[in-house]
């Protein structure tokens, strides 16, 4: 950042917050409260005990302060895992609640919003708004800011990272090298390994005494030799165990699988859990999409009244010598008020299907916020034809988040929900990968879905090179993956929900079974059960304590099938 934007900054932050001390600073311990969010939910503080805490104190009326709302959510709240992290925000004007969500839902948050408990801030900051405040696990201040802005976020997420990893530690290699199986180094059902691990440390102190035990998170993974120690870590140094991990998957296990572990570090700086996941199985190509013949079955059109750029183009491809292309079809660029759909044939997804693909952008951004979009694309499903479609998460996440707001702190003029996760931005071609699990033996849609706002414009977005890979046995274009008569019952009722909803679930064989809720963006939120189950009925519990409203999976996964059915929570 140059100097001159960083002055630029400065002079907001004060304008908008005035000079000003905190009066709570680090290391003190604020008193409990309860709040009610907007749901009329209650909210507790000393609930949220184990967590790190971000309280962020705001109001509707502080244009343009309040541009920066629209951070919360893809800044923070998407960096961070729930089980670790919160976010809450604190309406300083008590307003009531209908007026708060009249004016959030621009923003759709994923976040509680607690109304009607503004005199919070005189006692935790002295008045002055935005406002931020970050406790550690403990409750303890660890960070204090007078305002909520771009140049402050790096040292919010370093003190963030700081309280929820005081070791400092993270990894940096995974090195797996099979011990049984069939000889063709893949982690496949029923073959084990050895797995050593490489740690890095990126915090700012040195740490000593490292010692990591290895856990298995999954029923169809174990761990037999889980200890391992490591060097002492200078800063900036990486360093491999001095023990090699070892683990077997269960012959039982899906085909295809992400494998989640938990590594537990304790070190002279304290505890820390580092997650990752093994990728089990092979998956090999059965359906493939270069842009350079049959494109007849792809079809592109605009949202009533906004213009379609989607075309075939030359100009740039992954390979050969065509791309799918939304922008200008000469050299200048895409078109203001664009908002276009690229769709796919009907596809028949095999089980554990993952959608694959190069692309490459250059997409207007904020120059305020850099990691806002005024102009991008997201990816789409569709299980009805076409009728209805829901977004695809990306398993490296999406770059962007489209504003809610324009520079101006007008609704921005995209068609896009603000805070809508999205690729925007200026890159290269890379490849991008989705899970499609989800949809295991459904016939679905994709769509490439391309917008832009009223004003400026770049070259757009190509995508090529797409595929559909699940385990198989390699042929080249297989037919739609066969599924037991006796199969697993899956339903939820009432759906939608609040505050919860009773799961009815009918094995037809007993074994071992797998319950778990996932958001959107492809995190677990709930574990409901894991492990075996006799064959019959059972009845369980989602509780949607905590949660955001929402559109929500309960993922089944059994020996003999995989089964995901969508929940609804309204508050």
Request: glycine share 8%; aromatic share 10%.
């Amino acid at each position: 950042m140059t100097a001159s934007r960083s002055l630029v900054l400065l002079a907001l932050a004060l304008a908008c917050a005035g000079p000003s001390t905190a009066s709570y600073f680090i290391g003190d311990e604020p008193p409990d409260f309860t709040c009610d969010d907007t749901a009329g939910t209650p909210w507790t503080l000393s609930e949220q005990r184990g967590k790190v805490v971000l309280i962020n104190f705001g109001q509707t009326a502080s244009q343009p302060c309040d541009s920066s709302f629209a951070h919360l959510q893809p800044d923070f709240v998407a960096a961070y895992d729930p089980a670790v992290f919160s976010l809450v925000h604190i309406d300083a004007a008590n307003q009531s609640a209908q007026e708060l969500i009249d004016y959030w839902s621009a923003y759709d948050p994923q976040f509680p919003i607690l109304t009607q408990c503004g005199e919070l801030l005189t006692e935790w900051g002295d008045g002055f708004v935005p406002h931020t405040v970050i406790l550690d696990p403990l409750g303890i201040v660890r960070g204090n800011w007078i305002g909520f802005y771009p140049a402050f976020w790096p040292q919010m997420h370093t003190v963030i990272e700081a309280a929820i990893n005081p070791t400092g530690l993270y990894v940096a290699e995974l090195e797996l090298s099979l011990t049984t199986g069939d000889g063709d180094e893949i982690l496949e059902p029923g073959e084990a390994g050895e797995l050593l691990v490489t740690l890095e440390n990126l915090g700012g102190l040195a740490v000593g005494d490292v010692q990591a035990t290895l856990l298995s998170e999954t029923e169809w993974a174990s761990v037999t030799q889980s200890a391992s120690a490591f060097p002492d870590f200078a800063l900036g140094a990486s360093h491999v165990g001095d023990t090699a991990f070892s683990l077997s998957i269960d012959a039982d296990a899906p085909a295809a699988l992400d494998a989640p572990f938990r590594l537990h570090l304790s070190t002279s700086l304290g505890e820390a859990e580092l997650r990752f996941n093994l990728e089990v199985g092979r998956r090999t190509p059965y359906w493939t999409h270069d842009a350079e013949s049959a494109t007849d079955e792809w079809t592109h059109s605009p949202t009533p009244t906004w213009t379609d750029n989607w075309h075939l183009s030359t100009e740039s491809s992954s390979s050969p010598t065509h791309a799918w292309k939304a922008g200008s079809p000469t050299t200048g660029n895409y078109s203001n008020h664009a908002d276009c759909r690229l769709v796919s044939p009907a596809l028949e997804l095999l089980d554990w299907s993952r959608l694959n693909f190069r692309h490459r952008m250059a997409a207007e951004v904020s120059t305020a916020f850099p990691d806002s979009a005024y102009d991008g694309g997201i990816v789409e499903i569709s299980t009805d034809d076409g009728a209805n479609w829901e977004q695809l998460f990306p398993m490296t996440p999406y770059n962007k988040a489209f504003r809610a707001l324009s520079g101006g702190g007008s609704p921005a003029t995209h068609n896009f929900a603000g805070q809508t996760p999205c690729y925007s931005g200026v890159f290269p071609w890379e490849d991008a990968v989705f899970d499609l699990a989800a949809y295991n033996g459904q016939t679905v849609r994709l769509a490439f879905h391309f917008g832009s706002d009223n004003g400026g414009s770049l070259e757009g977005w190509y995508v090529d090179d797409l595929e559909l890979v699940a385990p198989q046995a390699d042929s080249a274009l297989p037919g739609p993956t066969t599924r037991p008569a006796d199969h697993a019952l899956l339903s939820a009722w009432p759906n939608p929900f609040n505050p919860s909803t009773r799961v009815e679930l009918e094995l037809p064989q007993a074994g071992p079974a797998r319950l778990e809720l996932y958001d959107l963006q492809g995190r677990r939120v709930r574990s409901l059960h894991s492990g075996p189950l006799a064959a019959g009925r059972h009845e369980l519990r989602v509780d949607g304590a905590g949660l955001a409203s929402g559109l929500y999976v309960l993922r089944l996964e059994t020996p003999r099938e995989s089964q995901h059915l969508k929940l609804l929570l309204l508050r």
